[in-house]
């Protein structure tokens, strides 16, 4: 049956044919459905695949801090050994009054070795954060086999000496060789010295 809408009386909509009242209930239907989306299920929507997101986020955390909490004990015993390892090499650095008796002991590593000082030269400090460079001049006339005895034997003493700026030339009018080097030694910084970049 063909309804024609101008027909239709929106006052007595009861009087309505079937169809017409059928396809009026579809559309206000949709209409509900719709504003029902638009209003309240889009945000809640966009609500749900945020919280998504944000699990997912929570479980890669939560599987990090597991695997933590499962290697905490080992991570303890590392910060341990690194403190026990720290400690050591602290110990290995002279305080000030050990320093005259290391820069003796460089010395007469040389003497031992076989070697004639021409320069034995205490220069500067260089404060760090918790110690201080202590570099030394040092020239020093032998052969190979007395340099290598001497650098053995600052190696082998039970604080600290690094070697640098070794250069090697002949000696004048002795047939020996002359050895110039910068020998290191560092100083632990007292809890009551400042360090403020100039001299301790």
């Not at 206000?28 to 609500?47: A, C, S």
């Not at 720290?86 to 007469?108: C, H, I, K, W, Y």
């Not at 076989?114 to 202590?134: D, Q, R, S």
């Not at 190696?155 to 000496?161: C, D």
């Amino acid at each position: 049956m063909n309804v024609n809408i101008n027909e239709l009386d929106l006052a007595n909509v009861a009087s309505w044919p079937t169809a017409a009242r059928a396809v009026v209930i579809l559309f206000l239907m949709g209409g509900v459905i719709f504003l029902g989306y638009w209003f309240h299920t889009k945000d809640q929507l966009v609500e749900l695949d945020s919280a998504e997101n944000k699990e997912e986020g929570l479980k890669v955390i939560f599987e990090t801090k597991a695997r933590q909490a499962a290697n905490l004990e080992a991570y303890e015993k590392q910060l341990e050994e690194m403190r026990e390892s720290f400690g050591a090499m602290l110990r290995q650095l002279p305080n000030q009054t050990e320093v005259a008796d290391l820069l003796v002991d460089v010395s007469q590593t040389g003497l031992a070795s076989g070697l004639e000082f021409e320069l034995f030269k205490p220069l500067a400090e260089a404060p760090k954060e918790f110690y201080a460079e202590m570099p030394i001049s040092i020239r020093v006339i032998g052969g190979y086999h007395e340099f290598g005895e001497f650098i053995s034997g600052v190696a082998a003493l039970p604080r600290i000496v690094t070697i640098h700026d070794v250069s090697i030339s002949p000696a004048a009018d002795s047939g020996l060789l002359g050895m110039n080097l910068t020998a290191k030694t560092y100083r632990y910084i007292e809890g009551d010295e400042t360090t403020d970049g100039g001299d301790i």
